[in-house]
């Protein structure tokens, strides 16, 4: 069992950057990839950002390509999500999850409980 919990959400102004975290309280992350998604309020969730076990292979969702940066430790079973330049359409509820999948954006096994992101001045 892989358990995920995430940290690092918070109130940023627009322009500002925050990097979220995910580690797993349980197994470690070989060999899953690591992915990140987000809820807004009364929207679907949505793909952000996926990485390969590797570290080498990472897929971006268009709207956050060239100002967020996934990447992992997994020495220390922990995957970041660094976001620069936020926008106020990127506040959402974001999400860790794992799976071993071919998929970059669906059948993710494992979800963390989220952590509140609001951009807004």
């Known amino acids: 069992q892989v358990q995920l919990v995430e940290s690092g959400g918070g109130l940023v102004q627009p322009e500002g950057s925050l990097r979220l975290s995910c580690t797993s309280s349980g197994r470690t992350f070989y060999p899953y990839t690591m992915g990140w998604f987000r809820q807004a309020p009364g929207k679907e969730r949505e793909f952000v950002a996926a990485?390969?076990?590797?570290?080498?292979?990472?897929y971006y969702a268009d709207s956050v390509k060239g100002r967020f940066t996934i990447s992992r430790d997994n020495a220390e079973n922990t995957v970041y999500l660094q976001m620069n330049t936020l926008k106020p359409e990127d506040t959402a509820v974001y999400y860790c999850?794992?799976?071993?999948?071919?998929?970059?954006?669906?059948?993710?096994?494992?979800w963390g409980q989220g952590t509140q992101v609001t951009v807004s001045s």
């Open positions: 999850a794992a799976g071993r999948g071919s998929s970059w954006t669906s059948g993710y096994e494992y």
């Open positions: 990485i390969r076990w590797s570290g080498t292979s990472i």
